[in-house]
């Protein structure tokens, strides 16, 4: 079932853009109709647990913040439900390849980042969970009706042998 609305949670490490980008994502309010910030806290993350969120948006840039070790904990609590997009510098190939392999959903380059990528990147995140999560609804139905049908052959067996 595809939601008509939308939370995103703005998590900066510095609170420098988080106003920018909700500002550029609240231009789609029909898709986007809830966008908060959060400061970057890896010991916390009460903001999960307070609301619905569907969709993460990290841009983290002091080195003395673990942003890779906040990524793996964040898909712990979260799991793949709630698709992480982060933001990385121009110079940080490795860390981009590195955020896609611990969970990110995708990325943009700060430099090269534009309102259009910023809700393409987020839409497309949010768009494929909700597709992810329809799958694999379809797929445990599936399973269960695949699971009766054994049954039902396993009684309508007995019966037959019995009476």
């Not at 079932?1 to 949670?9: C, G, L």
């Not at 908060?36 to 993460?56: K, L, P």
């Not at 712990?76 to 439900?81: A, D, E, V, Y």
Request: aromatic fraction near 8%; proline fraction near 2%.
């Amino acid at each position: 079932m595809v939601k008509s609305s939308r939370t995103v949670v703005v998590v900066n490490d510095t609170g420098k853009n988080s106003d920018k980008y909700k500002q550029q994502l609240k231009q789609d309010a029909s898709f986007f109709d809830r966008v908060v910030t959060e400061s970057y806290r890896s010991e916390s993350f009460s903001w999960c647990d307070s609301q619905q969120v569907d969709a993460i948006l990290l841009d983290f840039h002091h080195p003395e913040h673990n942003f890779l070790d906040f990524l793996r904990q964040l898909n712990q609590k979260l799991g793949k439900n709630c698709p992480p997009v982060i933001i990385v510098g121009s110079n940080d190939a490795e860390i981009a390849v590195e955020a896609l392999k611990n969970g990110a959903a995708d990325y943009l380059v700060k430099d090269q980042m534009t309102a259009d990528k910023l809700r393409l990147a987020m839409r497309s995140a949010i768009e494929n969970a909700e597709l992810k999560r329809e799958l694999h609804h379809s797929q445990e139905q599936n399973h269960q009706k695949e699971s009766e049908r054994q049954f039902r052959r396993v009684l309508d067996s007995l019966f037959s042998f019995v009476g």
